[in-house]
């Protein structure tokens, strides 16, 4: 660290402030520590001179030093990475002297470019920064937000951002961001700023669970779109900025161990992975081989339960910049190794027979889910700076995710004359499935940025990304039994026994380019115009194996006591290869657009309109009789965007935005094949439409200080064609099948609101978000046909319905308490995430469509500072062991004269429990490492 001095690291300041005689000859000395940027420099020390008396800058950079005797004093304030400042004060009786304190980076062979990055990467004043610059409305979480958080991936992350809520898998982890109440299927997905295509077999939106919240440098919401962007976000746009090469040789890492409360409590099913084959015999020995039941291992259906050893987690980046501060190099990478249990409850479920039109329950299952986790990640990003205004950028990131997971079901029929809750007399079925997925995302991309003369740049980036989707031999173990006189009673194997393999491989080549046209005339007025190329294909692979008994009747106890003992024999021993799931599709983008930006006065305008030319389709490899074997969708969308930013005042701004946008169906979604399920099976739709969309945003907002904001806003979305599922039936036996269809027009509207305020020690943020839509479609009743005779038959009949968009809640909130006592090195958070009654599944009967119940989840995060270098941490998710619920807002029907008591139903007379997952605490211990330069 440099010594000061007189010219540039000394301030003197003289403040004298007298009162009247008073009985103690005391002062205070206030003030506030920031840097240029207006970024509290929060943990920095204020030093009296020859006293023992100091303060550190709390999370507002606010400090206070009390009872100091009368006198002058020098006072000295230090920060890591700034140049020291010395200021002389006066303390006079009982009055109070305010210093403001305004810090200079101590990079002084630096550019402004630089030391601001320098200054801002990856804190709370930077993301304020961004999101009052932008020409987009958009919500931006730093690093220093995530790392204090209680997450572990983006997934978490977002559900903690304005008028996101989350869509969770069967561990309860999060797993898909729902902006403003728009399905999942209407966001898009960044990295750096990059589309990258998704690993999931039926649709185009990206699993979030699969990248690590510890790699990121800031996680950035666009809820608006400018011509530049990509046009198919009708909700919004989630970006994922990762950490880049700091000014200084930095290391920073993180090893964390856990336990979730649920496998203490009942243990964790465990069966053995490592024996399971990743090609089907049909693979491994030819299309013409005949597989024997020898040709598959049995270990992975057997399943013991076990404790299993704790979660591990661990992070690691070093970053450096080398040749005079021209090359940058950030090398990053994550591990996580976590066990997730779920209790869970699904009731099997039909619209009565009679015209009563309510829910009829035929069976409850007991279920219990078993997940070994595996998460990996590694990237890196390089820059160099040729000259100024020459610039490359490479990044390579690598994102993995492999679930090992076992699921346990016991089935009570319901619906039967054997079920008797009081004698406790039912007919049960079992069935154990052990299912392997293995998702991954490789993306790289070139980026390059020339001033080609003095007002013309031109900015282009290449890509090549993969994404695959692997789910080797996924196998079930299917068995009846019964219930008698509350004694279960030996199980017998049952027919059609599967072992199933999927998967598909998405691979995405992208250009883009764009000149930007800016004389020193203009002023910050610009001109930009560019376009963009994709070519995206993918992939598909299914094949299935049938197994039955052999004999037909094998009892537990008497035959087998564990699936090893169980004699098969294959249904087809060729396997299903010749399936239509078997597919190629692709999809091919061609993009222009054109944008202006003018500034006058305080008035800011971005104006353009994006032209997307969209050819989509697929080729079965093995198309049936009656079938498709090949369809092209082309369609040209044009899609303009108008951006307003007024300043009202500084740090206040009025913003406008209006966008066209468009969501295209996915690739599974357009082919004409069946795809099994935990519930209904999902059927694909070749008549599928893209659908397009007319948004727009109004927002107030208000930055104080560097973190400080307040925003306030209103939108409105017009769809046109939205895509839903929605259960209908199909076939010559009228089976149900989930089906993704085109629901004519919808609206959603909604407020916004966005609170954070740090007081000294002392933080606030809330959110909340106020969503409401609507659409009408049509729905079936059964009734009478003759509605005068009571005695007619009973037929469907068509009705319409005004519902809400599927996946949208009402309310959604969120409030986070924080704490930070810099001096002596704690730091805390209490966050609570609220999510209100949300459509989750659309009934093909009036009022009979699946809500999920309110849910409140509480998480805390706590941190000790035990060295200059190293904190120890605890972190603490659902504490209030909040389950997910499910239910229709309906009675249970009942025939006349039954007296059946259904098992669970809290409230049967006014709605009808469907769904429960529990999924109980997660606690986690860890310490953080950071090491730098500097220090």
Do not use: C
């Amino acid at each position: 660290m440099s010594h000061t001095t007189p010219s540039l690291q000394k301030l003197s300041l003289v403040v004298w402030m007298m009162l009247a005689v008073t009985l103690t000859h005391a002062g205070s000395l206030k003030g506030k520590v920031t840097d240029r940027n207006q970024e509290a420099l929060v943990g920095a020390h204020i030093v009296l001179q020859g006293k023992s008396q100091y303060a550190v800058a709390g999370l507002d950079g606010s400090f206070a030093i009390y009872n100091i005797e009368a006198g002058s004093y020098t006072v000295v304030i230090s920060f890591i990475g700034y140049k020291p400042l010395e200021a002389t004060v006066a303390i006079s009786g009982e009055g109070v002297v305010t210093l403001p304190v305004v810090l200079e980076a101590d990079s002084t062979s630096l550019d402004e470019i630089v030391v601001t990055a320098q200054t801002l990467g990856g804190t709370d004043a930077q993301a304020r920064f961004i999101e009052r610059t932008s020409p987009n409305t958009m919500n931006i979480i730093s690093a220093k937000a995530i790392a204090l958080s209680p997450d572990v991936s983006v997934a978490n992350v977002v559900q903690r951002v304005s008028g996101l809520s989350v869509e969770r898998n069967s561990n309860g982890d999060p797993q898909y961001a729902i902006v403003r109440g728009m399905d999942k299927r209407y966001s898009y997905t960044l990295v750096n700023g990059v589309k990258i295509p998704s690993p999931d077999n039926k649709n185009r939106y990206i699993p979030l669970d699969i990248f690590p919240a510890s790699l990121l440098d800031r996680l950035e919401v666009y809820k608006s779109l400018t011509a530049d962007m990509e046009g198919d976000a009708v909700g919004g746009a989630i970006n994922m900025v990762m950490k880049s090469a700091p000014e200084e040789f930095e290391v920073k890492g993180d090893l964390q161990v856990g336990y979730n409360y649920i496998n203490v409590q009942d243990g964790f099913n465990r069966y053995k992975s490592t024996g399971v084959a990743y090609q089907t015999p049909r693979e491994k020995y030819g299309e013409g081989f005949q597989a024997q039941a020898t040709d598959f291992t049995k270990k992975n259906l057997e399943v013991s339960n076990i404790k299993p050893m704790p979660d591990l987690l661990g992070s690691l980046s070093i970053g450096n910049r080398f040749l005079h501060n021209r090359l940058g190099v950030m090398v990053g990478g994550s591990f996580q190794n976590t066990y997730r249990g779920t209790n869970s409850l699904w009731f099997d479920y039909d619209t009565d027979r009679y015209g009563a039109n309510l829910p009829s329950l035929r069976s409850v299952q007991d279920r219990r889910y078993s997940t070994h986790q595996l998460r990996g990640a590694f990237h890196t990003r390089v820059d160099y700076k040729f000259a100024e205004h020459q610039v490359l950028k490479l990044y390579s990131g690598y994102y993995k995710l492999v679930n090992h997971e076992a699921r346990e079901i016991k089935e009570t029929y319901l619906d039967g004359r054997l079920y008797d809750s009081n004698a406790g007399n039912a007919i049960l079925s079992y069935s154990t499935r052990t299912k392997n997925t293995d998702q991954g995302i490789f993306t790289t991309s070139l980026q390059g940025d020339h001033r080609l003369a003095s007002p013309l740049t031109f900015q282009w980036t290449g890509v090549y990304s993969q994404a695959t989707n692997d789910q080797p031999d996924n196998a079930r173990f299917m068995r009846d039994g019964g219930l008698n006189n509350f004694v279960e009673q030996p199980q017998t194997v049952e027919r059609r026994n599967t072992r199933e393999w999927t998967r598909n491989t998405d691979t995405d080549l992208t250009g883009y380019g764009n000149f930007i046209f800016q004389p020193a005339a203009w002023g910050n007025s610009l001109l930009k115009a560019g376009g963009m190329y994709r070519n995206k294909k993918r992939d598909a692979y299914y094949n299935i194996y049938y197994f039955d008994p052999n004999p037909s009747l094998q009892t537990q106890g008497v035959d087998w006591n564990t699936y090893s003992d169980v004699t098969w024999e294959i249904v087809n021993p060729a396997g299903s290869a010749t399936d239509e799931k078997n597919y190629k599709a692709n999809e091919n983008i061609f993009a222009y657009y054109l944008l202006g930006k003018i500034e006058w006065h305080n008035l800011e305008v971005n104006a353009g309109a994006r032209v997307e030319h969209t050819d989509q389709g697929y080729v079965l490899k093995y198309p049936k009789t009656g079938q498709t074997p090949d369809s092209s969708q082309r369609y040209t969308d044009v899609l303009p965007s108008l951006s307003a930013k007024y300043k009202l005042a500084e740090g206040m701004n009025l913003r406008l935005t209006y966008y066209k946008a468009v969501s295209r169906p996915g690739f599974f979604e357009i082919v004409p094949s069946q795809m099994p399920d935990d519930g209904y099976a999902e059927y694909g739709n070749p008549a599928l439409k893209r659908t397009k969309a007319d948004n727009i945003d109004l927002r107030w907002e208000k930055f104080s200080g560097s973190a400080n904001q307040l925003l306030v806003g209103v939108f409105y979305k017009r769809l046109q064609d939205p895509i839903e599922y929605a259960l209908v039936r199909t076939g010559v036996n009228n089976t149900p099948v989930m089906q993704p269809n085109n629901f004519g027009t919808a609206q959603n509207m909604g407020l916004e609101m966005d609170f954070t305020h740090y007081f000294n020690k002392f933080g606030i943020k809330i959110n909340y978000t106020y969503t409401r839509s609507h659409i009408t479609t049509s729905k079936v009743i059964r009734a009478r046909e003759n509605p005068d005779d009571q005695a007619s038959q009973l037929v469907l009949k068509t009705v319409n319905q005004t519902r809400p968009l599927q996946g949208q809640a009402n309310h959604i909130g969120n409030v986070a308490l924080l704490y930070k006592d810099t001096r002596r090195g704690w730091e805390s958070q209490l966050s609570m995430v609220y999510t209100g009654e949300r459509l989750e599944l659309i009934s093909p009967f009036l009022d009979n469509d699946l809500f999920s119940k309110p849910i409140v989840l509480l998480d805390f995060a706590l941190e000790k500072r035990i060295s200059k270098r190293v904190d120890v941490f605890l972190k603490a998710t659902n504490l209030l062991n909040s389950a997910y619920q499910v239910y229709i807002k309906k009675p249970i029907f009942q025939e006349e004269g039954s007296t059946v008591k259904y098992p669970y139903q809290d409230d049967p007379e006014n709605k009808t429990l469907i769904r429960r997952d529990q999924y109980y605490q997660s606690f986690r211990l860890g310490v953080r490492v950071l090491w730098n330069k500097s220090e």
